[in-house]
């Protein structure tokens, strides 16, 4: 039983792919969106089952592309409050190119108020490299046109250390971002994963990947013109502005995943649905479309959830008690010494802060998190529908 979670909604479709994409996604068809989106339906009932009185604390729908079905996507979050007892944030992943006024008018009036535009860059050359389908220009008039929609938030996605780009470019999209009002940046540095392919196309094209001298130059750039225009970072790779509420997919203590893909963390469990969209949409007929799962020892679930707290830059000691019943103190505290006594973290009453120094050397883990284990886990789960184990 648990009386409170996030739920996160996978929408697979995309109307193009980038080479560089490591996430669960297919090509848009209608008939096959219809089907997948009753068998999203299908499956949030059967949660309604499971957790019957639980609270659903915020929504959040990623992808593939969201906006790439925004009717349907509009049902569904329609349906999601009938079903539950709803409050907290409705955060979207958009297109650039879907972003014009009939979409953003059904996604407003639909209640929701967070809208994360994934420009990924507003600079056209390099658009071009990542294979997307619009220039600078209309990404910025998409960005214009979400925050004259009127959502409360509206997110800029950009991508750093893409090839070809120097530290001027990604110091141009962060600014540009700025200016254009965004209420948060975030700005993933380019992580390529071994099975999209995107190695070779970047030989192909005769560029060079970005090095690590280079990536950490561009990461001080943004920290430092985020500093100077007032925006608090609020994750190692996020920047809020100062009164807006904090917009994220991944940092829920307690969450739901739906669709093909989706991850869940709850009553003690880590768990993925199946990423074939076809083996999704034919097993949550009859159950739950799991594919594997793992119970997580209590010891787990703290550094799991002390792993994404140092994501998000700061750890509340009193929350970590009030969620586990033990002191932060007693449990971690040779961590937390050797974290201090090397410049890492800075400690103020109850909150725990990582420094500039902690926060770069968290950067480089999380990287590595993603080399290791999302890149095991998700390779993995995309090439079979039903691995019979994934090993760390
Ligand atoms: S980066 Fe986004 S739009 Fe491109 S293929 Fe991946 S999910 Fe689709």
Redesign the pocket.
């Known amino acids: 039983t648990i009386k409170s979670f996030g739920l996160y909604l996978h929408i697979p479709f ?1 109307r ?3 080479p ?2 490591p ?1 669960n ?1 297919c090509l848009y068809r209608k008939d096959k969106a219809d089907e997948y989106c009753r068998a999203l339906s299908q499956e949030l009932r059967r949660y309604k089952e499971i957790f019957h009185g639980a609270r659903v604390d915020s929504v959040y729908v990623g ?3 969201p906006t790439s079905i925004t009717s349907n996507l509009v049902q569904l979050i329609d349906e999601i409050g009938d079903l539950f007892n709803t409050c907290g944030l409705i955060g979207v992943e958009a ?1 650039p190119d879907d972003l014009n006024y009939d979409n953003l008018r059904l996604l407003r009036n639909a209640g929701i108020n967070m809208l994360s535009v ?1 420009v990924q860059t507003f600079n056209s050359r390099l658009l071009r490299i990542i294979g997307r389908t619009y220039d600078g220009i209309a990404a910025q008039r998409a960005v214009r046109a979400a925050f004259d929609a009127g959502f409360d938030t509206v997110d800029v996605d950009l991508i750093f250390a893409l090839p070809g780009q120097k530290v001027e470019d990604v110091v141009n999209d962060v600014a540009v971002s700025f200016e254009l009002g965004a209420h948060q940046v975030s700005t993933y540095p380019l992580i390529i994963f071994p099975y999209t392919g995107m190695d070779a196309y970047i030989k192909r094209l005769g560029l060079k990947k970005t090095g690590m001298a280079a990536e950490k130059e561009m990461l001080e750039a943004i920290v430092s013109l985020a500093e100077k225009c007032g925006y608090r970072r609020t994750s190692i790779w996020t920047f809020t502005r100062e009164g807006a509420p904090r917009y994220s997919s991944v940092t829920r203590e307690r969450f739901v995943g739906i669709g093909a893909g989706a991850a869940s963390l709850n009553s003690g469990y880590f768990y993925l649905n199946t990423f074939d969209v076809e083996q999704y949409i034919e097993t949550v007929r009859k159950g739950l479309p799991v594919s594997v799962g793992m119970k997580l020892p209590v010891r787990v679930e703290m550094l799991y959830w002390l792993y994404w707290r140092m994501y998000d830059m700061e750890i509340s000691a009193a929350r970590f008690e009030e969620l586990f019943q033990e002191s932060l103190q007693h449990r971690f505290g040779l961590l937390l010494d050797v974290l201090r006594f090397s410049g890492m973290i800075a400690v103020t009453g109850d909150s725990i802060r990582l420094t500039k120094k902690g926060a770069y050397f968290f950067h480089l883990v999380e990287k590595g998190h993603s080399w290791d284990y999302l890149c095991r886990v998700w390779a993995g789960s995309l090439r079979e529908p039903w691995p019979s184990q994934i090993s760390f």
């Open positions: 995309c193009r792919i980038c560089f994409c996430y996604k992808g593939g592309t297109h994934g």
